[in-house]
């Protein structure tokens, strides 16, 4: 199983970013997909997840309101769409399938499977 989390960048704050997560290989077709984040000399934490059916969608404090996850059908990318983005949302953003289907939020799940990540620098 592999994942591809691709889209970040640079951004002024303020502004907006979709990531993207492509899942492939031998796995279910209905899985959770967590994105996690990494800011320099931090621990790593959980920013949004969505459930196999995209039936429930959990967010971490700092990021509700702001940053939208969403997927299409079982076999399409899962997005994150990041909105009225700040400097402390700076960070290498994670992918990562959770066969726990998102039950328990961010940061309580089983992560199985994990992408490469993807930058995110926001500034001005």
């Known amino acids: 199983v592999q994942l591809q989390a691709s889209g970040g960048g640079l951004v002024q704050p303020g502004g907006s970013l979709r990531l993207s997560c492509a899942v492939s290989g031998p796995i279910l077709s209905d899985y959770a997909v967590a994105w996690f984040r990494q800011a320099p000399g931090k621990e790593r934490k959980g920013v949004a997840c969505?459930?196999?059916?995209?039936?429930?969608?959990r967010y971490g404090d700092s990021v509700k309101g702001r940053f939208t996850i969403s997927r299409g059908n079982a076999k399409s990318p899962v997005y994150l769409q990041m909105n009225s983005l700040k400097s402390e949302d700076t960070a290498v953003y994670y992918c990562?399938?959770?066969?726990?289907?998102?039950?328990?939020?961010?940061?309580?799940?089983?992560?199985?499977?994990w992408g490469q990540g993807t930058q995110v620098t926001v500034s001005s």
């Open positions: 969505i459930s196999g059916d995209a039936s429930r969608m």
């Open positions: 990562a399938t959770d066969s726990a289907d998102c039950k328990y939020g961010v940061d309580y799940g089983n992560y199985d499977y």
